[in-house]
Every structure is written in structure tokens, then in C-alpha cells.
């Protein structure tokens, strides 16, 4: 469903192509509009979680995660005024990746439809394996990110970002070990 979420915003936003795709800013703003995506289509979750059980330990995990991805995002659009080599409204894949996206977007969200997808421990376990996925390919972006960013308020804010990244995918990551996965 993330996968979607993401796509849809990339049709659902007036984004602008990326057209030089060789200096490290430009690639910077490729990375920082992915991760804004991703940040800004999470929070849409919310609506599908509504109509599942989402007990305990994993209703709180997913809350705080969609309270956190709400915060991400409009700390972004902030700082995407105030920093001017921060972009967060270039199109980060080509269309190819987009609709792939998209597919496997339109796979999961049968699996989490009310009703006819799936229940119980099966949705609790795709769910939670769908945020470690995510957050485990955003904490290895802003990495990169920080790694090559120039600006030091910037590269704090990747930093930062990473490190609470890192914290969240490893308490997804005990959470499904403890009560998702037979060992």
C-alpha cells in the first residue's frame, strides 16, 4: 500500500522533472523528494488502520509511526522554504518505477481492503513488515544523504532524521521478532 500511496503522489503533485541528474544537489533533491513522499503518504495509512484490529504493542507502534511520518513531512515543507537547495517537489523516479510502484501498491491494499483482505495476525505481520521495509530504506537514504550533503543545517537534519529512523526500524524489527515470527 506504501508503495501506492507513494506512486498516487507522485501523479497527484505538480512535480517537476528532474533534468540534470549530475550534480550532487540535484541528486540531494532527488533524495529529499523521495523520502518527503514516502513521509507525506504514510500518514494516509491512518485510514486503512481505522477499519483493522490493530491491537496493543502494534497499534501504538503504527500510531506513534504515522504521528511521527505527519511530523517528518511538515518539518520538511518547513525547511524546504528556508533552505533553497532543498527540494521536495521533483518527480525521484522514472515513470517505469512509478507505476511498478503502483502495482505493488494495488497488491497490498487488496490485502489490507476491510472485510475481504486479510485479518488477525496475517495483517498485523504485512503491516508491520511494510513499515520495517520502508523505514529500513529511508534510514539508509538520509545516511547517504548526510553523507553528501554540504549544508551543515541540512546534514543535521539528515542525521537526525536517520538516527530516529534507526530507532523506529528497530523496534518494528523487536516487535516482529517477539510476536510476529516463530523461532
Not at 71 to 79: G, I, K, S, Y
Not at 126 to 137: K, T
Amino acid at each position: 500500500m506504501l508503495p501506492a500511496l507513494v506512486a498516487c503522489g507522485h501523479l497527484s503533485m505538480a512535480q517537476k522533472p528532474a533534468t540534470n541528474l549530475s550534480s550532487s544537489r540535484e541528486q540531494l533533491s532527488l533524495g529529499y523528494s523521495l523520502l518527503y513522499q514516502e513521509a507525506d503518504g504514510i500518514p494516509k495509512l491512518k485510514w486503512i488502520l481505522m477499519f483493522k484490529e490493530t491491537p496493543g504493542e502494534m497499534g501504538r507502534v503504527t500510531d506513534e509511526l504515522i504521528s511521527y511520518y505527519q511530523r517528518l513531512a511538515e518539518t520538511m515543507r518547513r525547511l524546504s522554504k528556508d533552505y533553497p537547495g532543498m527540494r521536495i517537489d521533483l518527480s525521484p523516479m522514472p515513470p517505469i518505477e512509478s507505476e511498478e510502484r503502483k502495482s505493488i501498491g494495488e497488491d497490498l491494499a487488496k490485502d489490507f481492503a476491510p472485510v475481504i483482505g486479510k485479518t488477525g495476525i496475517d495483517f498485523q505481520r504485512e503491516a508491520l513488515l511494510m513499515f520495517y521495509d520502508s523505514l529500513n530504506e529511508q534510514r539508509h537514504l538520509t545516511r547517504v544523504m548526510a553523507a553528501a550533503e554540504p549544508d551543515p543545517g541540512l546534514r543535521r537534519f539528515l542525521e537526525t532524521t536517520q538516527a530516529q529512523l534507526d530507532e523506529r526500524y528497530a523496534k518494528v524489527g523487536s516487535l516482529l521478532d517477539r510476536r510476529y515470527f516463530t523461532h
